[in-house]
């Protein structure tokens, strides 16, 4: 079993920066690909950002590309998900997930294990 627990959530204006921090425990995550989703009210849940389990490959989705950046420390066993120039469209749920030796991008349906979910408000 892996435990995911994010952080750095927050309120933030539009513009600003937050940056979220994944920590996992229970397993090591070097065999894991990672993944950040968010869900908003209303919407269903989508990845933004995505990063395989070598760290070789990452994806984002058009909607974040230059100003999301994921990244892991498999020593830390912790993920990150640096957020720059946010938008009010950027408020949702971001919840870590693992998906076992994934390329880096993946479903919903493709995951492991969740996060419970980390709130982020971008105000304008």
């Known amino acids: 079993q892996v435990q995911l627990v994010e952080s750095g959530g927050g309120l933030v204006q539009a513009g600003g920066s937050l940056r979220l921090s994944c920590a996992a425990s229970?397993?090591?995550?070097?065999?894991?690909?990672m993944g950040w989703f968010r869900q908003a009210p209303g919407k269903e849940r989508e990845l933004v950002a995505g990063?395989?389990?070598?760290?070789?490959?990452?994806y984002y989705a058009d909607s974040v590309k230059g100003r999301f950046t994921i990244a892991r420390d498999n020593a830390k066993n912790t993920v990150y998900l640096q957020m720059s120039s946010l938008k009010p469209e950027d408020t949702a749920v971001y919840y870590c997930a693992a998906d076992f030796y994934s390329g880096g991008y993946f479903s919903p349906n493709d995951v492991d294990y969740w996060g419970r979910g980390t709130q982020v408000t971008v105000s304008s």
């Open positions: 229970g397993r090591t995550l070097s065999n894991y690909g």
């Open positions: 990063i395989n389990w070598r760290g070789i490959f990452t």
